[in-house]
């Protein structure tokens, strides 16, 4: 069912009304307390000027790492103030709390198109619990709901699930919207040949969302850690490589399913192997069948770099989820990198290619080519559930359009 969103609401439903809206504000700090990523933070920015144009005063919430329901001074959201005031051009209001006297008069005393924080909702256990009283106080201070935290839309918590009971109307933000077009769009109704890539260090994280996407795809394209199960259930000898011996019989079931449904499954061909984890490790590049005993595989190598090219270069509908190799050591990130370089010249020729979420999006920030990809999901958790096929609580939650 699609759903309300802001594009829904007019300025006269808007103006001087009090807004609470969810974002996904959980960015990486560094030792020093300093946003070492902001994407999310601007990504929230399109819904926040929506409201704050149509004269809203727009009331944040977002929850920062996980602090386990106590206050926890390195997890306050005071530097996502600070960067939010810089990238709106205007002061945001930063309460010490999410609920209570202190937001009530902070909100009370808010003009038209103001901005406001609301501190960490999980200094509070019954944020997680999704706890009714709770919510009922965090709605307590606004007139309605605009959930924008794609990222945090896979739980049904207070400031997620819960203030939808309190608050009318509950609508998506511009940031769900698109995530929620690209991603079930891909899956629902992909513009075919669909593929998908999928990576990542385990299989056992990625059973979900392989199994929903052999239903789907035309072309399932496997790389990073989890392919030496595959090969291993093979019979393939991987070495010291990283295996699951508890997923064999998975992976060959999967591999079955893949053939019953005339999905082209690829495995890599090659691989870079090294004697040791780490960026000093000596490393040749062997294929698959010539792993020698006491060396591990960490990235795919050139034949399968171009074996996957030639797979995607006629697809309309590319889906990534999860690194090829281990790309935080440059030795064993050029199979990530090719990838990200491939997708990122399939945009121009019409193909939709789309970064699920994690690791993936890290890579490709990492190479420069985020903005040549049609979609960058904000989201982790969230977009590997939504392309598992699972209902989004969050989402699930909001009023229908
Ligand atoms: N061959 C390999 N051997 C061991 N680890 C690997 C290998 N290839 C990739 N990895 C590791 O897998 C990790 C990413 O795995 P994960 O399953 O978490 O991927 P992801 O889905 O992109 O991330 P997220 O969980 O954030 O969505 C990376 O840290 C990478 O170093
Ligand atoms: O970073 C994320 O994936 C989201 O912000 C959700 O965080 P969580 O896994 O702590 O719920």
């Known amino acids: 069912?699609?759903?309300?969103?802001?594009?829904?609401?007019?300025?006269?439903?808007?103006?001087?009304?009090?807004?609470?809206?969810?974002?996904?504000?959980?960015?990486?700090?560094?030792?020093a307390g300093n946003i070492t990523d902001d994407t999310?933070?601007?990504?929230?920015?399109?819904?926040?000027?929506?409201l704050t144009g149509k004269g809203a005063k727009v009331i944040l919430s977002s929850h920062f790492g996980r602090p386990k329901g106590q206050v926890?001074?390195?997890?306050?959201?005071?530097?996502?103030?600070?960067?939010?005031?810089?990238?709106?051009?205007?002061?945001?209001?930063?309460?010490?709390?999410?609920?209570?006297d202190e937001v009530a008069s902070k909100v009370q005393g808010m003009e038209n198109g103001q901005?406001?924080?609301?501190e960490n909702v999980r200094?509070?256990?019954?944020?997680?619990?999704?706890?009714?009283?709770?919510?009922?106080?965090?709605?307590?201070?606004?007139?309605?709901?605009?959930?924008?935290?794609?990222?945090?839309?896979?739980?049904?918590?207070?400031?997620?699930?819960?203030?939808?009971?309190?608050?009318?109307?509950s609508v998506a933000g511009s940031l769900m919207e698109k995530e929620l077009q690209y991603l079930k769009g891909a899956i629902e109704e992909p513009q075919r040949p669909l593929a998908a890539i999928i990576g990542g260090s385990k299989v056992s994280s990625k059973i979900g969302v392989i199994e929903t996407l052999l239903e789907k795809c035309d072309k399932l394209l496997l790389g990073g850690g989890m392919i030496f199960t595959f090969l291993k259930a093979r019979g393939?000898?991987?070495?010291?490589?990283?295996?699951?011996?508890?997923?064999?019989?998975?992976?060959?079931?999967?591999?079955?399913?893949?053939?019953?449904?005339?999905?082209?499954?690829?495995?890599?061909?090659?691989?870079?192997?090294?004697?040791?984890?780490?960026?000093?490790?000596?490393?040749?590049i062997v294929s698959v069948e010539n792993i020698p005993d006491g060396w591990m595989g960490l990235d795919i190598g050139p034949d399968s770099v171009k074996t996957f090219?030639?797979?995607?270069?006629?697809?309309?509908?590319?889906?990534?989820?999860?690194?090829?190799?281990?790309?935080?050591?440059?030795?064993?990130?050029?199979?990530?990198?090719?990838?990200?370089?491939?997708?990122s010249e399939l945009t121009p020729k019409g193909t939709t290619t789309i970064i699920g979420g994690g690791d993936s999006v890290a890579a490709v920030e990492k190479v420069g080519?985020?903005?040549?990809?049609?979609?960058?999901?904000?989201?982790?958790?969230?977009?590997?559930?939504?392309?598992?096929?699972?209902?989004?609580?969050?989402?699930?939650?909001?009023d229908e359009a």
């Open 309 to 343: 090219q030639d797979a995607l270069a006629d697809c309309k509908t590319v889906i990534w989820n999860g690194p090829m190799g281990v790309f935080e050591i440059d030795k064993f990130a050029k199979g990530t990198e090719a990838i990200a370089h491939t997708l």
């Open 123 to 169: 200094f509070y256990a019954e944020e997680e619990k999704n706890d009714p009283e709770f919510a009922k106080k965090l709605a307590s201070v606004a007139d309605l709901y605009v959930n924008d935290a794609f990222g945090t839309a896979h739980r049904a918590h207070a400031s997620t699930e819960g203030v939808t009971h309190y608050l009318s109307p």
């Open 1 to 31: 069912m699609p759903k309300k969103t802001v594009a829904n609401l007019s300025a006269s439903d808007l103006s001087g009304k009090r807004v609470l809206v969810r974002a996904d504000f959980n960015v990486p700090l560094d030792d």
């Open 236 to 284: 393939i000898s991987v070495g010291n490589s990283l295996v699951e011996d508890d997923k064999l019989e998975l992976a060959k079931s999967l591999e079955a399913k893949a053939k019953e449904r005339g999905v082209a499954m690829l495995l890599p061909t090659d691989v870079v192997i090294a004697d040791k984890f780490g960026a000093d490790a000596n490393t040749q």
């Open 369 to 398: 080519l985020a903005d040549k990809m049609s979609h960058i999901s904000t989201g982790g958790g969230a977009s590997l559930e939504l392309l598992e096929g699972k209902e989004l609580p969050g989402v699930a939650a909001l």
């Open 72 to 100: 926890n001074e390195k997890m306050r959201l005071t530097p996502v103030a600070k960067r939010l005031s810089e990238l709106l051009g205007q002061e945001v209001i930063k309460c010490d709390d999410c609920i209570g």
């Open 40 to 50: 999310r933070i601007r990504a929230a920015l399109p819904t926040i000027q929506d």
């Open 115 to 118: 901005v406001a924080l609301l």
